[in-house]
Every structure is written in structure tokens, then in C-alpha cells.
């Protein structure tokens, strides 16, 4: 099988950079890109691994001419990771501003304008995978899904991981940026005191090293994925998975709680739900 070639975004430092190193030594190409990459991932350049600078906050029409030198670097792009985000403890209500917007930046609109960059040369090639990589514990990262329905019929693929608890860095300040910390309104204390207690948070189960592993054994269906159909999905740790689950069945038990709430506003003789609808919100369905 010929050598794959991947464009991973947030790959300076954590899991970013970890995925890349996998990558090569798998024996795969891949397109390591990130803010001020060629400098600050010099150490790693070689024939398996290329560098690009890409601030994925940048404008759509500089995202493109970055992911077009990526294919002009190996010939094509045949699995898209959108890696890069940032995260910091606030309390809603005292998140200024400029840094909610910057988190959306990053983690969402930039997520989106890669997306939107490289599925044209999948779809000219007929073949891809894009993934993202969200937040098992957050749950609620739903782009990953739609883009699915979309270009599935492309021969394309999406899906997202969702990892637990990691030691990747992810929450470390970047320069200029402050890191956050305890809350200056009193009223938030003792919620951060119960969240993020001194001796009362275990350490993070997630091993980085394996990481990587299993991220491209489930794309390229080799390892614990060999012979399994390609999921929209993928729980990756054990804090993930027991939360999801609980969550599940959580979920479960209020929708049958307040079934009757749910239909008090159904319309007269309309209480069918569209086939479409529900084939539609389906994340079980197979790719060919």
C-alpha cells in the first residue's frame, strides 16, 4: 500500500506533534503545520515529515494558499486532522470578550476554513479522510457529523476523536495570553475549588504515547480497528468513555422522564418522525 499523506494542524508541540512523529514512523508522509512551525520544528524536517506555517485563524484565501503548497509537496492530501485548538478555565461570565471570540477562531472557524480548503482536492481525487479532534467530555462537537453526510457520497470520509484527559500542553498560556487561573468574582470560587481542587483531581488517565497509535490505526483500519467499518465517531480514554456513557444513559433516562413534556407540542396527527430525519441524526451508518 502506497504511503499516505497527512496535513496535521496544531502540530508544534502535544498531541499535534506526537500524531506527526506516528505518522513517520509508520512510514506515512506527513505535512506538520502549525504557527511558526518551520522554526519551531526544524529538528524534525526530514523526507517523511514537511513543514508549513499556518495560523488557521488566518483569512480563507491564506488557508487555501497554505494547503495548496501542501499538495504541491507530496501530490495530494489523503487524511485531514484538524488538531490545533486552545482551551482556558473561566467562568462564563467572566470570559472577556476577545477571548471567547479567539477560542471560536481557533477551535471552530478554523477548523472549518482547513476543512473547506482541503476537501476540494479530495473531491477532485475521490478519496479522504478528514478527522477532528475534539473533546470526549465535551460531547457536543457536531460539524464532524454533518460534514460526514455530506461527502460520504464523495467517497470521502469524516469523523471525529474525542479523547479524555490528556498531558498535551493544550492549556498551557500562550504568549501573551493569560492563563486564567482562580476566579476574581468570589461567587465562582468554590465551583472552581470543586472542579479543579488542590489533591482532589486525579492525574489525567490518557497516556500521549498511545495516543497517536490509535488515532492511525482507526484511519488507516489496522491494529484494534483492523476490519471494522470506519466510525463518525471514536472515544478515545477511559475518563471519556465512562462520562459519554454515563451521559448516554442519562440521557436515556430524562428523555423517558419527560416524554410526555417532549409531546405535549406536537401537532395534531403529526406524531410520526420523518424516516429521513432519523437516518439523518444516525452515527452507526456504515461507509461502503
Partial sequence: MAPQV?????????????????????????????RNALARLSHIQ???????DLNVTAPLSEVQSTVLQAVSIYGHIDVLV???GKSRMSSIEEADEAFVKSIFEVNLFGAIKVTQAVVPHMRAAKAGTITFVGAGLGWQ?????????EISPLSLRSLIFEPGGFETGLTEPRQGEPFGGLPAIDDYITLFGKVFGAGDMPKVPGDITKLPVAIVDVIKAEGLAKGRPLPVRVVLGADALDAIRQKCNEHLQLTDAWEDVSLSVVAEGRRNTSPWLLNNCSILKNHD
Avoid at 13 to 21: I, Y
Avoid at 141 to 149: S, T
Fill in 82 to 84: 484538524n488538531n490545533a
Fill in 46 to 52: 526530514s523526507e517523511n515529515i514537511a513543514l508549513l
Fill in 141 to 149: 462537537f457536531v460539524f464532524a457529523e454533518g460534514l460526514d453526510k
Fill in 6 to 34: 497527512w496535513f496535521i494542524t496544531g502540530s508544534t508541540s502535544g498531541m499535534g506533534l506526537a500524531l506527526v512523529q506516528e505518522v513517520a514512523a509508520r512510514g506515512d508522509k506527513a505535512i506538520a503545520t502549525g
